[in-house]
């Protein structure tokens, strides 16, 4: 045990010591939660429209009232049919100039239409040059059409649809990301610091003297592992802290159990830093292989940004490998949600799995330039 | 022309090493396909759990629907009410769809059956986009039924989708993974290129040489640039052909915003190199500020949304206008008269740039 712990103190003091490696330990963490937090969001606030009305009836003015009472429209008149010029044209114009997301047309024979006829139609010009967002100003359109039919049949719904969104009620990213982001936080310690560190005493050929050292390789590992734990740890109950007080998202859930997955999550963060230490020739070969095989396929290939759902199977079959698929469920799940113990057993057992694999190929690596030294 | 024989060695480091050749020539390509897959709002394969209490075979019709569309894979179809919450915490599906027997005010059966969505909002954007297409379904149904009998809605929006007709979310994301890609390159191999002749020393050699401050400065930016270019002609030719982006503007546009972006990269990389002392340090910063300007572009998500203390940082940042730009020459065909305030202010913040790095770089080699 004190052989372990005199490890323990002396990888301390390399942390310490290094002020870009406090930087990173630190600062990083917090920035990237903060900027992370206000920068990303699919959120759609405010639609900028232009009405091009060209019956400028009753029924025409209903209908741009319709739009007009919602708080996410912001309308814009491109010009009835009396001004100059053609007032669609200008529409056009707004919109390829992205001063206005959607167009709405209301042609001449409207009103006469829905008299006579009982029917009628107008139409909606949507940017869609980034297809997300056109989406979603396509389901805002369709619920205010769908509300006008309702208000002209008087008798209500044409048929009962209730939505009901859990969890977020309000549907904001921030949700979403930022407990994705302690995740990748995480990971950034777990893997990164420590590939750095086993590769650094490589490369000072300081890590002859730990092979000679009458230390077993387990508590070397232990030894240097230990710290990058309790490192990440802090940073975890950090950042979770700045999630919960800066940005106000619950946390529905046990801590305590948060805790237990988390440190699964980071054993197999560590257990990756290692192999990808044991591996790298080089300090920069470690970082570059820490941030090529840790960071990208995390933010990437987990679910963090984009569903693993919609991913293509062979991307999908990837994302099975990779830790932070399990711990980013986890975590929502758990802050979230209120998920319990015993709805993540697989994702559980899929952690301990990555990290047995790891810590294996790692540690006969290990043993075997121990052994080459020797 | 002593500057040519400067950019010749600085060529000939970079393209010497086989790996060198892999990272600029081959990789890009690899990222490009790679992250023109991942990185995709598209919204696919949502599992669902469906929960049908209605009598008829009208809920039945409808859940074929669903099942028939790719938007959605339906997990399971169950008769009995479930424990919804439970199966949301564990979180296998993402929505659950109850169906039962509606009844109107007077107690009748409505035809239809009552519909409610249950989503799980953690993640907003596909529960918002997803319970739209739901919506879409249902009401597509009723119409098509209604048709059957001659009836119609009484008032219906003719949708056009402007500029990308099909909603394929690679015809967003495609041209700004180009721009990613010149800036990754171009940042990275010009940040650590000086850092590496202060290391190994070579740098004396360099500087005892008859070249002035601005000719070493020129002759380390304009190789990567030249590669940069080079590098965003290959990425501009696999995103047209391997994901058949239409490409509707003017490449003259394209390339003379392209080059008054590269100059301010370029410029800010040699900054960076300046005041590193070791290639790490250099990577180190390289990497957070290309995560900056990445997320502050608007290159995943709008950045309409960011609040306006954060504004500054985006209105400094080079790469959204690049993104800006790039995406309306590809997807919307506009010229420069359409953007020319954006390449206007891209070219103050260029100018700003290279003056700035200049100096700093003018007082470094005199020291």
Redesign the interface.
């Known amino acids: 045990m004190a052989r372990i712990k005199a490890i323990i103190v002396k990888e301390f003091f390399h942390i310490l010591r290094d002020p870009r490696s406090l930087i990173i330990v630190f600062i990083a963490p917090v920035t990237m939660i903060f900027i992370l937090g206000y920068a990303f969001s699919f959120d759609l606030n405010r639609i900028d429209a232009a009405v091009v009305d060209f019956s400028q009836s009753d029924f025409s003015r209903q209908l741009v009232n319709r739009f007009a009472n919602n708080r996410i429209f912001v309308l814009h008149f491109a010009g009835g049919g009396t001004s100059g010029g053609n007032p669609l044209r200008a529409a056009e114009e707004m919109l390829r100039k992205e001063k206005i997301k959607e167009i709405i047309v209301i042609p001449v024979d409207f009103s006469r239409r829905l008299t006579v006829h009982g029917q009628a139609d107008f139409g909606i010009i949507i940017d869609a040059s980034n297809s997300n967002t056109a989406n979603l100003v396509f389901q805002y359109n369709e619920m205010i059409v769908l509300e006008f039919i309702a208000e002209m049949k008087k008798a209500g719904q044409l048929f009962k649809l209730h939505t009901k969104i859990y969890f977020n009620p309000e549907a904001k990213s921030s949700f979403f990301f930022i407990p994705g982001q302690i995740a990748a936080i995480l990971l950034m310690i777990s893997a990164m610091l420590t590939s750095v560190s086993i590769s650094k005493e490589r490369e000072t050929g300081s890590i002859a003297l730990l092979f000679i050292s009458p230390l077993k390789s387990y508590e070397i590992i232990i030894g240097k592992t230990i710290p990058y734990i309790i490192v990440a740890l802090l940073d975890g109950v950090l950042t979770l802290m700045f999630s919960r007080f800066w940005f106000g998202i619950p946390i529905h859930g046990s801590l305590l159990v948060l805790l237990f997955f988390a440190i699964l999550y980071i054993i197999a963060g560590l257990s990756l830093g290692i192999l990808i230490s044991t591996t790298a020739p080089t300090q920069k070969a470690a970082m570059l292989a820490a941030q090529i095989l840790t960071m990208l396929p995390s933010y990437l290939l987990s679910g963090f940004i984009f569903p693993i759902d919609s991913l293509n199977p062979v991307l999908q079959a990837i994302s099975y490998a990779i830790p932070a698929t399990y711990f980013l469920r986890i975590i929502r799940g758990v802050i979230l949600k209120g998920s319990e113990l015993k709805h993540f057993l697989f994702e559980g057992l899929m952690l301990v799995l990555l990290s047995a694999i790891l810590l294996l190929a790692a540690s006969r690596k290990f043993s075997r330039q121990r052994k080459a030294v020797q | 022309m002593r500057l040519r024989y400067l950019i010749k060695k600085e060529l000939i480091e970079m393209i010497r090493q086989k790996e060198m050749l892999f990272l600029i020539f081959v990789a890009p390509v690899l990222q490009i396909i ?2 023109g ?11 669902v759990g469906i929960v049908n209490l209605a009598k008829g075979n009208k809920a039945e019709q409808i859940i074929q629907r669903i099942d028939q569309t790719p938007l959605f ?1 339906v997990r399971w179809v169950t008769r009995q009410p479930v424990d919804y ?2 199966y ?4 296998t599906v ?1 929505s659950i769809i109850i169906f039962r027997e ?1 009844l109107d005010k007077k107690r009748n059966l ?1 035809k ?1 059956p ?16 997803a ?2 297409y ?3 379904i ?2 597509n149904f ?1 119409l098509n039924d209604m048709g059957r009998r001659g009836q ?14 099909e ?3 690679i ?2 994301m495609g041209p700004g993974i180009v721009g990613f890609i010149l800036t990754i390159l171009t940042i990275f191999l010009t940040a650590t290129s000086l850092v590496r002749e202060k290391e190994q020393q070579t740098l004396d050699t360099l500087l005892m040489s008859r070249l002035s401050a601005l000719e070493i400065y020129i002759g380390k930016a304009l190789p990567s640039a030249l590669i940069g270019m080079v590098d965003m002609v290959i990425g501009l030719f696999v995103v047209v052909t391997w994901f058949g982006i239409p490409f509707r503007g003017n490449p003259l546009d394209l390339a003379l915003t392209a080059l008054v972006y590269v100059t301010a990269i370029l410029s800010y990389a040699l900054l960076i190199s300046v005041f590193s002392s070791t ?3 250099a ?2 910063f390289a ?2 500020s290309l ?2 300007f990445l ?2 572009s608007g290159f ?8 306006s203390f ?1 504004r500054i940082l985006v209105d400094i940042n080079p790469l959204r206008y690049l993104m800006k730009i790039i ?2 020459i590809f ?2 065909g ?1 010229g420069i008269t ?1 953007f020319w305030k954006d390449l206007l202010i891209l070219s103050g913040i260029s100018v700003t740039m290279v003056s700035i790095s200049l100096l700093n770089f003018k007082r470094f080699i005199s020291k």
Request: no cysteine.
């Open positions: 790679v992250l897959y991942v990185v995709s709002t598209d919204i696919r394969h949502v599992p894979r919450l439970s949301f915490k564990k979180g993402k509606a409505l239809y009552e519909v409610q969505i249950l989503m799980d909002g953690v993640d907003s954007n596909t529960s918002l986009i319970a739209g739901f919506n879409g249902i009401k009723i119609q809605l009484p008032l219906q929006a003719k949708v056009v989708f402007r500029f990308n007709p909603l394929r979310s015809n967003f290639q790490q340090q990577m180190f990497w957070f995560l900056m997320l502050l995943f998500t709008p950045i309409e949304n960011i609040p954060l995406r309306e997807l919307k506009n359409y």
